[in-house]
């Protein structure tokens, strides 16, 4: 691939310097993605000091995980991670050594799912609401239970607490998942949330959970360590969280002192943030999907700003942050088949592969964009055993791999919750 001219390249490699003081030693960020690499007992593994090692290596600047449960009893996937307690403050440590080599910022990703926990993995779901999926998706998710003030208010503290413990540990920061359709932003979001007490209602109390949960951490944490925020655009589903509502909330987080505000879009009923149609055509030739809300964003504040989706060549990305709109560019997939994929872009080189949809042909998986999970973790649980990645893996043999695979860890998730419950 012809190089780009060093006037339009030059720019990924400019460090960044956030208000805590932390810098970052270039534009480029690995934005979350699900690994399932924890043990069936929610601890970290070598496998996931080799995958975050292969990353700090490739030269990325900013690399945020993948999701980290705040509590065991609220998973969103099985063999995630799960930070309550020092029980795993040494394995925590070592990840944390090797996904910061070379001065690579290491943030962990902290969340809750919600109500979006696939059937059966959770004793129950909660969420702000006891509102259930639309009927095509009913079947793999459970209507939540609504959550009570004093589990909400527990829920912000384990948000705190898991910080504190990966500041602990060594993690450069934090990432808040604000977005996809996860707790936070079914707090946000009207058509998840339908509560009239303090914490639904009208905007502003929606946007009291994030917020006191935001508080709750930095009380915890200090000033100089890093806060992030993952967050919608808009949830680009009927009732949902809207552009005008994500504007407001940016603005009440930068008062607060977010560090950096993530923008993403959409949840697993509209499924936009994997390419998955609504976005608009400007924004696809930009190599972009949500760009021009980030502008809009920048008309209004300075808060620092990443924005992950759609981004495949060194002109899209040089051309983002060029324009002021952006001050780093996110990569996800693209990372899961190509690790050292930023030691080409800082030196002008386009990827050698390109992310495309994966499909199967069966309807119900395709339109939930599954795939664009599972696909990719298997690429990652290869890295993490050392092995290359698979670009061209099938799409179905994947599929049935994962099923077999994820529904094995299911059951003995289940297993292990009945006989923790039985001592």
């Known amino acids: 691939m012809k190089k780009s001219t060093e006037e339009s390249f030059e720019i990924l490699s400019q460090p960044f310097t956030l208000a805590n003081g932390t810098t970052i030693l270039n534009r ?12 069936i007992d929610h601890q970290p593994t070598p496998e996931l000091d080799r995958l975050y090692a292969r990353w ?41 050594r090797a996904g910061t080599r070379g001065g690579t910022q290491l943030w962990m990703q902290i969340n809750h799912p919600g109500k979006q926990a696939p059937r059966g993995l959770n004793r129950e779901t909660v969420a702000p609401s006891a509102v259930p999926f639309k009927p095509d998706m009913a079947r ?7 959550l009570t003030n004093t589990e909400i208010e527990n829920i912000i503290l384990r948000f705190a607490n898991t910080a504190a413990l990966a500041q602990k540990a060594g993690f450069s920061g934090v990432q808040i998942h604000g977005a996809h359709g996860y707790l936070v932003s079914q707090f946000l979001s009207p058509h998840h949330n339908r509560r009239t007490d303090e914490w639904g209602g009208s905007p502003e109390k929606r946007r009291r959970f994030v917020l006191k949960t935001l508080a709750a951490i930095r009380e915890r944490v200090g000033p100089a360590f890093s806060i992030g925020i993952k967050l919608n655009s808009a949830d680009f589903q009927r009732g949902g969280f809207t552009e005008e509502e994500s504007l407001e909330t940016i603005a009440e987080l930068a008062k607060a002192s977010i560090d950096l505000v993530e923008i993403s879009g959409g949840n697993y009923e509209s499924p936009v943030m994997s390419g998955k149609g609504r976005q608009k055509e400007s924004s696809l030739k930009r190599e972009a999907y949500f760009i021009e809300f980030t502008e809009k964003v920048r008309a209004h504040s300075k808060v620092p700003l990443l924005l992950t989706g759609g981004f495949r060549s060194v002109h899209g990305m040089t051309e983002a942050l060029s ?51 599972t696909w990719y973790s298997r690429q990652l649980h290869r890295i993490g055993k050392g092995l290359v990645p698979k670009p061209n893996e099938s799409a179905l043999a994947s599929l049935a791999l994962s099923l077999i695979s994820g529904g094995w860890r299911t059951f003995k998730t289940r297993r292990l919750r009945a006989s923790s419950s039985s001592n």
């Open 28 to 39: 480029l960020a690995k934005s979350a993605m699900s690994e399932s690499l924890a043990t």
């Open 140 to 146: 793999f998710f459970d209507t939540p239970r609504e």
């Open 323 to 373: 324009s002021g709109a952006v001050d780093f560019v996110g990569m996800a997939r693209l990372l899961a088949i190509e690790p050292e994929l930023p030691r080409r872009l800082l030196q002008g080189l386009d990827p050698i592969h390109g992310v495309h949809p994966i499909r199967t042909g069966i309807g119900p998986i395709d339109k939930m964009a599954l795939m664009e999970i």
């Open 56 to 96: 700090a290596d490739g030269g990325i600047g900013l690399c945020i995980t993948g999701n980290v449960m705040i509590d065991p009893a609220a998973l969103g996937e099985p063999n995630n991670v799960v930070v309550e307690d020092d029980s795993s403050l040494d394995a925590l440590k070592r990840w944390a």
